[in-house]
């Protein structure tokens, strides 16, 4: 059975927009390559309003490497009056609810005095990383072609995500180990510095104790008469050249 299609030139048009925002959404992990998260949002909210044509755009994010819970949203500059971003994170935040395993079929929903049709995606198979929302007033939000490239922009999120969390741990574990290193450094010069101090004091002493019998040696043998110096034991320890002779 044939598909006769209304309007076949305005289908190939859509067909070769999704072909441009799918190549567009497969080049994100590119860009965001050594990225942090509070670079990839942006990129990816302005990505989605423009190839989605949506009314907003949301996206918490969650378990980030020194990074709390993290809520951003995007509203169509048409849309401003209508949406602020502050009731909208917090409306969006209530409505995702914490059960992981929340449906994500589109739903229509009121946000104020508007209905819209919101569909969000996970961010890993039970939000393990956070979530994406996307709003728009239109009755059939999301068409097929709309709902794949959200698929697709979650799975590149993803991924760019995942990897700036890995960076993120391995800086800090990087940075975790310098400090370790240069305060082992520090310590040993420390040490070492003692360890001089004590070769030095070492030193001092027996420059004062051998300055000390040469002169010892000096005004006994200066002596006129016989002398003789005797240990505690009676052993002879020092005679001057007098007695010698």
């Not at 072609?145 to 890995?166: D, H, K, V």
């Not at 002596?223 to 320890?237: F, R």
Request: charge should be negative; glycine fraction near 4%; hydrophobic fraction near 45%.
């Amino acid at each position: 059975m044939k598909v006769q299609l209304e309007h076949p030139a305005d289908e190939i048009k859509r067909l070769q927009r999704c072909v441009n925002d799918v190549v567009s959404l497969l080049a994100l992990p590119a860009m965001w390559s050594g990225s942090k998260p509070c670079d990839i949002v942006p990129t990816l909210l302005d990505s989605l309003l423009r190839m989605l044509d949506l009314d907003f755009v949301y996206v918490s994010l969650t378990n980030l490497v020194g990074a709390a819970l993290s809520e951003t949203v995007r509203v169509a500059q048409s849309q401003e009056q209508l949406f602020r971003p502050r009731e909208l994170c917090t409306f969006l935040s209530r409505w995702l609810g914490d059960d992981p395993q929340k449906c994500y079929l589109p739903e229509r929903s009121h946000i104020g005095d508007e209905e819209v049709s919101l569909v969000s995606w996970p961010l890993g198979v039970q939000r393990e990383i956070g979530v994406i929302v996307a709003g728009s007033r239109r009755a059939d939000f999301p068409r097929d072609t709309e709902a794949l490239l959200l698929s697709i922009a979650a799975n590149q999120a993803l991924t760019g995500l995942q990897q700036a969390r890995r960076l993120t741990e391995q800086k800090r574990v990087a940075d975790e180990l310098d400090q370790s290193v240069a305060q082992r450094t520090a310590e040993l010069a420390a040490a070492n510095e003692v360890l001089r101090e004590e070769v030095a004091e070492r030193r001092r002493a027996e420059e004062a104790l051998a300055a000390s019998e040469h002169s010892l040696r000096l005004i006994v043998d200066s002596i006129p008469g016989l002398v003789s110096l005797l240990t505690p034991a009676g052993e002879v320890e020092l005679v001057n050249p007098q007695l010698v002779e």
